[in-house]
């Protein structure tokens, strides 16, 4: 069982075209993911946009492509392959596997991924862990970030803003209802895998 003292704390700063994410654990000490992130108008073009040391032996560069990477099994719904998938409101898509030389109007998330973490023995192969499960949840979202342009295409401010106040209350309340369930089963039980589910929702690090 998942101890009740163990909770994942989330802080953003979002000033376009920067945002700032940060992570921290209330069960791990010295524990930290820190997600700097800035919007181009580019195909990823640019080089070192965040200013990242170049000099750190542990930086790694990726490019994620949206269309030719391909998304873990259980993450793959049929809905969100863009190879696909037509937009009934704007005409865009299918895209083919060149789509990035003709995109036009285009955009790049550069993100610089930090993840520091003290914990002797297990360090090396949780942050490996942490990248490897970022990497996954950054191309599912921006595939779903096209696959979903019929339901945010057109929209204003205002409804951006209040699409956002609604996100935070059904999050919220998904939340309440995990921990009230947790207060009422003592016993854990393992389940057969099962078909990704063609609903729109929040993703799974699993």
């Not at 750190?56 to 998304?71: P, T």
Request: glycine letters at 4%; charged letters at 25%; one cysteine or more.
């Amino acid at each position: 069982l998942v101890p009740k003292i163990f909770y994942i704390t989330e802080r953003a700063w979002n000033y376009y075209p920067y945002t700032i994410t940060e992570y921290t654990c209330s069960f791990v000490p010295n524990f930290t993911i820190n997600i700097q992130t800035k919007y181009l108008n580019d195909k990823g073009t640019m080089q070192n946009c965040l200013g990242v040391s170049e000099n750190d032996d542990d930086r790694v560069v990726e490019f994620i492509d949206i269309v030719n990477d391909q998304v873990a099994e259980h993450h793959y719904k049929k809905a969100e392959d863009l190879t696909e998938f037509k937009s009934s409101v704007t005409g865009r898509g299918p895209l083919p596997s060149n789509w990035l030389e003709d995109a036009n109007p285009v955009m790049c998330s550069y993100k610089s991924v930090q993840v520091k973490l003290d914990l002797w023995a297990f360090q090396s192969r949780i942050e490996e862990f942490i990248h490897k499960s970022i990497r996954e949840i950054l191309l599912v979202g921006h595939r779903q970030a096209f696959a979903w342009i019929d339901d945010w295409y057109g929209m204003t401010i205002n409804d951006v803003r209040e699409y956002e106040r609604k996100m935070q209350e059904e999050t919220n309340a998904k939340l309440l209802n995990e921990i009230e369930s947790s207060k009422t089963s003592s016993d854990t039980t393992d389940s057969a895998p099962t078909t990704p589910s063609t609903k729109k929702g929040w993703f799974s690090w699993s």
